[in-house]
Nanobody, 124 residues
Framework: QVQLVESGGGLVQAGGSLRLSCAAS????????MGWFRQAPGKEREFVAG????????SYTDSVKGRFSISRDNAHNTVFLQMNSLKSEDTAVYYC?????????????????WGQGTQVTVSS
């Protein structure tokens, strides 16, 4: 069982930066692939970024490549999403997710555990 708690969301102007954090409970964090997803009002949940258990593999959706960076600190059971050059279309609730696999999935149905989400609002 893994519990996830996101933090770091907020209101930022276009072009600004935010760093999201996701703190995980449990002793086996280093065996989980972690993902960040987002959901805007009226839209489906969308894959943003993912990272394999030992950080060997990362994956990003095309719209955030070069602007967002995912990383993790297994010693502190935390995964991060650094978001730079934010755009109004990045506005959404951002969710952290975990799956006990060594593959980075972009399909949200593959993930077993979810946080409660944190709101990111980018004003233009």
């Amino acid at each position: 069982q893994v519990q996830l708690v996101e933090s770091g969301g907020g209101l930022v102007q276009a072009g600004g930066s935010l760093r999201l954090s996701c703190a995980a409970s449990g002793r086996t964090f280093s065996s989980y692939t972690m993902g960040w997803f987002r959901q805007a009002p009226g839209k489906e949940r969308e894959f943003v970024a993912g990272i394999s258990p030992l950080s060997k593999t990362t994956s990003y959706t095309d719209s955030v490549k070069g602007r967002f960076s995912i990383s993790r600190d297994n010693a502190h059971n935390t995964v991060f999403l650094q978001m730079n050059s934010l755009k109004s279309e990045d506005t959404a609730v951002y969710y952290c997710a975990a799956v006990s696999r060594w593959i980075v999935y972009s399909d949200y149905t593959r993930y077993n555990y979810w946080g409660q989400g944190t709101q990111v609002t980018v004003s233009s």
